[in-house]
């Protein structure tokens, strides 16, 4: 079976998306797993960032690895490279230094939670970047229902025995900024192969990352076995994995026919921080979970009419 044919068959389409949903949502029970073995602190800011530049640098050199045995051309056009640089600023540096700091106070599940308001900030960011790409009444009302979710945890957190604060605050701003790295690589991507474009961000991303941190650290400053190594190659792996198949299923389908699957990130997400870490599912989460895929679900739903009506 080729490549196009599996992921566009009924089965392989959505099989395909559960895996890089699945790897993508099973990173915010890692990294506190990653925190906790690696006696990581939430007050030790500098050594988090340097654990995840080396975690998108490894993930970056992975994609690059992967055109040379793919014998895919890197682009050697100086302007090209100015976009990734720039792309890589908000995507994978801006993104990742308050997605790490900010996950060292934050319970997995509401990080998992708050990860679903990424879709609703690049509606927003299109909206005032792009003329033809302006929110309408139905998408609106699907980022409204998507962020009542985190307004939710915020005014209910107290009384459900959890609290909304500064690292909730960081996992927002992280979010938002993950958002607009989004429409900027997609514009970035007109113009730029998309493993070029996605390696060369994390790797660069990865690299100021790593030099942050280090500059303050060291090299290596927490404990690092077998055990944390493996962690570290799986969060790298799954950066690589998840984006490669997620890639491949935009390269063969519409963009709206797999969008929704994004609302599984959070729910994954949740799923896997109660297991793995063995958080609390209250009530107050699961609402807002709820109100976050619904939200997401009520997007993509206008996106997939709006592209239907194109075809017809």
């Not at 566009?8 to 099973?26: E, N, V, Y």
């Not at 026919?257 to 009530?283: D, T």
């Amino acid at each position: 079976m080729t490549a196009q044919r599996f992921f566009t068959h009924p089965a392989g389409r959505p099989l395909a998306a559960l895996g890089a949903t699945l790897l993508w949502g099973s990173a915010f029970p890692l990294i506190k797993l990653s925190y906790q073995h690696m006696d990581i602190h939430r007050d030790e800011t500098f050594e988090q960032i340097l654990f995840a530049g080396y975690r998108f640098t490894l993930a970056g050199l992975i994609i690059l690895a992967m055109m040379i045995l793919m014998r895919i051309p890197f682009d050697r056009n100086p302007r090209s490279w100015a976009g990734i640089a720039k792309v890589s600023a908000f995507q994978t540096v801006c993104q990742y230094l308050f997605f790490y700091i900010g996950l060292s106070y934050a319970t997995g599940t509401i990080s998992s939670i708050i990860a679903g308001t990424t879709s609703f900030f690049q509606l927003l960011v299109a909206h005032f970047l792009y003329r033809n790409d302006r929110l309408t009444p139905m998408r609106g009302l699907g980022v409204f229902v998507g962020f009542a979710g985190i307004a939710v945890i915020w005014l209910q957190g107290e009384s459900s025995g959890f609290s909304f604060g500064f690292g909730e605050i960081l996992l927002i701003v992280s979010m938002f900024f993950g958002g607009l790295g989004n429409v900027l690589a997609k514009k970035e991507s007109a113009h730029s192969n998309i493993f070029f474009l996605t390696g060369l961000q994390m790797f660069l991303g990865g690299v100021v990352l790593l030099s942050v941190g280090a500059f303050q650290t060291g090299i290596l400053p927490f404990h690092m076995d077998g055990q944390a190594i493996a962690m570290l190659i799986y969060l790298a792996i799954l950066s690589s994995a998840g984006f490669l198949l997620w890639n491949l299923l935009m390269k063969y389908n519409s963009v709206s026919s797999v969008s929704m699957y994004l609302a599984l990130i959070p729910l994954f997400g949740v799923i896997l921080s109660s297991i793995l870490l063995h958080e609390r599912l209250h009530p107050t989460i699961l609402v807002s979970l709820c109100l976050i895929i619904v939200g997401i679900v009520i997007v993509n739903r206008v996106r997939l009419r709006k592209e239907s009506s194109k075809n017809a």
